[in-house]
């Protein structure tokens, strides 16, 4: 069966540099829709749906397709970009996508979408770029930390999450405690052809807790109504987290569950941004090493629809964010692997973390996503160990 498609330009032309963050909103919309599509001039909107709909059902998820490109494209003005790194020109040995060749090798199982199991290459690969990420952690003898993977909500409420990313939270819940409930599910619990669970909601107890969204958050809570030594405070983690990113969620470059390492800085302004630039020019030197081609530049993060222009805009001139963004050359397009953050006060004014003078904490991390670092890797440098830098050909031996 043809899909249905429904075409119409939007109320007010998207700018060129807001196309893909509009885009990738889109999917959030409505159930409905299978895929979604902006012309590069951000004149045209193409929805492909999932299913035939009437005329009117049409209309309003177009209908919706319009605020959302009207709350976040208009008056919108195009922030300066600051590039503080540029090797995106760095010769690589590779051009093609890793994903078919990972597949016949059996190193990839994809459980659900946005859900992989890794095999022996990747995590390989992945323990390589961990180490590196170790030692520079190690560098700044960072306190190493174990977070939990469930968040609670009340954590989150305070510091805002809900308000600005409310697109891509996980839920953690369970069966009420209730003998009648756990049998009935017991008795009757199954999943349909799409893989939904069939038990009722109200057999499950309130959401107390959810999946993490990110590392640093967990020690910001630990630090929570504390004054922190003079010297202040550097940890490092590793640990899962959970964006949900719907139609967006794409092979290793976009999961739904993910790998984070962070190496965390909790102090005064000074002691933060110093640090910032510290482990970036560290970095840079492990990245020439192995001939990696990236870039650095600032970004904002994928905030919803409601906060994005306002929040957007406030991360862009403060230059709070720089996003370690490599090359794919297969898609001639760039993938962030990594982030150097630095979030002002807002933790230590909303979480009562005091400096000794009794002034709110600052705090920033330095962010690398383990699966996204390892798939451009291997789409610059590909599966001939004889084309990796020398320092990587061990990883197989």
């Known amino acids: 069966m043809n899909a249905t498609i429904i075409e119409f330009p939007p109320t007010v032309t998207?700018?060129?540099?807001?196309?893909g963050e509009v885009q990738s909103k889109l999917a959030y919309v409505d159930e409905r829709i299978a895929a979604a599509h902006i012309g590069a001039a951000g004149d045209n909107i193409i929805i492909e749906l999932k299913e035939p709909l009437s005329t009117a059902e049409q209309a309003t998820i177009?209908?919706?397709?319009?605020?959302v490109v009207v709350s976040m494209a208009q008056g919108a003005i195009r922030p300066k970009v600051q590039v503080l790194e540029d090797y995106l020109d760095r010769r690589v040995p590779f051009n093609g996508d890793p994903m078919p060749e990972l597949a016949r090798r059996g190193e990839i199982s994809q459980e659900a979408q946005g859900i992989y199991v890794l095999g022996p290459l990747l995590t390989r690969l992945v323990d390589w770029f961990e180490q590196r990420f170790l030692d520079l952690a190690a560098s700044f003898s960072a306190q190493p930390y174990r977070f939990p993977t469930l968040i609670p909500a009340r954590y989150l409420e305070k510091v805002g999450y809900f308000r600005a990313f409310p697109?891509?939270?996980s839920f953690a819940t369970h069966l009420r405690e209730d003998l009648d409930h756990i049998d009935s599910f017991a008795e009757g619990a199954a999943c349909d052809q799409h893989g939904n669970l069939n038990a009722p909601f109200e057999r499950f107890a309130p959401i107390q807790t959810l999946l993490s969204p990110a590392v640093c958050y967990h020690l910001y809570?630990?630090?929570a109504d504390q004054t922190l030594p003079p010297q202040g405070v550097?940890?490092?983690a590793v640990g899962n987290c959970f964006r949900y990113e719907s139609l967006n969620l794409s092979s290793l470059e976009r999961l739904w569950n993910f790998t984070m390492r962070e190496?965390?800085?909790?102090?005064?302004?000074?002691?933060?941004?110093e640090n910032r630039e510290i482990a970036r020019q560290r970095m840079q030197r492990v990245f020439e090493e192995i001939g990696f081609a990236y870039r650095v530049e600032s970004a904002n993060d994928?905030?919803?629809i409601g906060e994005f222009r306002k929040q957007a805009a406030f991360q862009s001139a403060f230059q709070l964010k720089y996003e370690i963004r490599?090359?794919?050359?297969?898609?001639?397009?760039?993938?962030?692997?990594?982030s150097y953050n630095y979030h002002q006060d807002f933790f230590g004014r909303h979480l009562s973390i005091h400096l000794p003078d009794g002034s709110p904490a600052h705090t920033g991390c330095v962010a690398f996503g383990l699966e996204r670092i390892v798939f451009a890797f291997l789409a610059q440098f590909g599966f001939d160990l004889a084309q990796w830098p020398r320092s990587m050909q061990e990883i197989l031996q």
């Open 302 to 304: 994928p905030f919803f």
């Open 62 to 67: 177009e209908e919706k397709v319009q605020r």
């Open 234 to 236: 550097t940890a490092t």
């Open 167 to 169: 697109h891509s939270l």
């Open 14 to 19: 998207i700018p060129p540099h807001l196309v």
């Open 326 to 338: 490599a090359r794919l050359p297969f898609k001639d397009s760039t993938l962030a692997v990594g």
């Open 263 to 273: 190496v965390i800085f909790v102090g005064s302004k000074e002691f933060v941004l």
């Open 221 to 223: 809570f630990t630090l």
